[in-house]
């Protein structure tokens, strides 16, 4: 009897899979990628597990709204000291922020966009720190800056798309 249940389940959840993709028409039906609908347009919602997306991010942590991790990668960085300064970008929240690690306590991190769109960072116990994110449209919209407690200040160029 288990194996028929078990059998009917992934006869069913194959069907769904196959349904679901293909078509020219989503008559009805919700998009297959959300991720990639969110960052084609910016109008849909994020996917499962990512709190906000464009706007809704600026001044937002970006690990507990999941735009970190696997959801982001380091578009430009630079060496500061013994330091090394990120723009860490997430193409699915459409947002980046910037990271300072191998750091000690009382150096400062920061990321601008657009000139306007501005967050910081300090590092304290830990030997890193970063920022909470700032809304990008593209990659190349975010530069991050760093100022050591020793008074020593770099900045990241232009972020690569």
Do not use: F
């Amino acid at each position: 009897m288990v194996t028929g249940v078990v059998g009917a389940l992934l006869v069913l959840a194959a069907a769904v899979l196959l349904t679901g993709r293909g078509g020219h028409d989503n008559g009805g039906k919700a998009a297959a990628d959300p991720s990639s609908a969110s960052s084609a347009t910016g109008a849909s919602a994020p996917p499962a597990g990512v709190g906000c997306s464009g706007a809704d991010c600026t001044g937002r942590d970006p690990e507990g709204m999941g735009c970190g991790g696997r959801a982001a990668r380091t578009v430009s960085s630079a060496t500061v000291g013994g330091s090394l300064v990120e723009v860490r970008y997430s193409r699915t929240c459409g947002a980046a922020w910037a990271r300072i690690t191998d750091a000690v306590r009382g150096d400062t991190v920061r990321i601008t966009a657009g000139g306007a769109a501005r967050q910081g960072g300090t590092v304290d116990a830990d030997a890193d720190a970063y920022t909470p994110m700032v809304a990008v449209k593209k990659a190349a919209d975010a530069r991050a800056c760093a100022t050591l407690a020793s008074g020593t200040k770099a900045c990241t160029t232009a972020a690569a798309e």
